[in-house]
T-cell receptor
Framework: GESVGLHLPTLSVQEGDNSIINCAYS??????FIWYKQESGKGPQFIID?????DKRQGQRVTVLLNKTVKHLSLQIAATQPGDSAVYFC????????????FGKGTLLTVNP | GAGVSQTPSNKVTEKGKYVELRCDPI?????LYWYRQSLGQGPEFLIY????????DSGLPNDRFFAVRPEGSVSTLKIQRTERGDSAVYLC???????????FGPGTRLTVL
């Protein structure tokens, strides 16, 4: 079936470095993508989203890149801080069904002080 | 403003019992979603409400699961004859009218003994 997956299950970075979290998706009909951050014991927190008519979108310290040719999505976090330590999920919604998000397994980001 | 709230935060029950999980969406949000998250996995879609009606319940695993949203605001997820395999975190999310961004609550951790 269709799925969203992550290349790296864990990522460890030094405080102040930039982080890149990658995600591959398989549903070519997906046209909405979203990144969530989930801290232990909490619900997913919205970070940034992007639609398939864009290839890049920037937020505060975060940038999402979308490459539809290879079905790849990435989240870049600038100047990573200890508070960024969490599990990061990408999710996709396909045309007309954005409400039904399909999540990947997640990447655990650890920021070392 | 207040985010999505869920009660209880934790629920421990015995196999075969009935449970109800409550979700209070962000005020004014018309769309409401239920997801289930098992340990180490991303959330999995269960059901989606637009207003009072269930627009899509294709993610409910079987007929032991049922959800209602009688007044288009608060929703209750009901699980009959609970099984140990139902143990998970049940997440609720809501979205404003005409938007796709889903904002999640903290979840209810259900443990079936």
């Amino acid at each position: 079936g269709e799925s969203v997956g992550l290349h790296l299950p864990t990522l460890s970075v030094q405080e102040g470095d930039n982080s890149i979290i990658n995600c591959a998706y398989s549903n070519s009909a997906s046209d909405y993508f979203i990144w969530y951050k989930q801290e232990s014991g909490k619900g997913p927190q919205f970070i940034i989203d992007i639609r398939s008519n864009m290839d890049k979108r920037q937020g505060q310290r975060v940038t999402v890149l979308l490459n539809k040719t290879v079905k790849h999505l990435s989240l870049q976090i600038a100047a990573t801080q200890p508070g960024d330590s969490a599990v990061y999920f990408c999710a996709e919604g396909s045309g007309g069904s954005n409400y039904k998000l399909t999540f990947g397994k997640g990447t655990l980001l650890t920021v070392n002080p | 403003g207040a985010g999505v709230s869920q009660t209880p935060s934790n629920k421990v029950t015995e196999k075969g019992k009935y449970v109800e999980l409550r979700c209070d969406p962000i005020s004014g949000h018309t769309a409401l979603y239920w997801y289930r998250q098992s340990l180490g996995q991303g959330p999995e879609f269960l059901i989606y409400f637009q207003g009072t009606g269930a627009a899509d319940d294709s993610g409910l695993p079987n007929d032991r699961f049922f959800a209602v949203r009688p007044e288009g605001s608060v929703s209750t997820l009901k699980i009959q004859r609970t099984e140990r395999g139902d143990s998970a975190v049940y997440l609720c999310a809501s979205a404003g009218q005409g938007t796709d961004t889903q904002y999640f609550g903290p979840g209810t951790r259900l443990t079936v003994l």
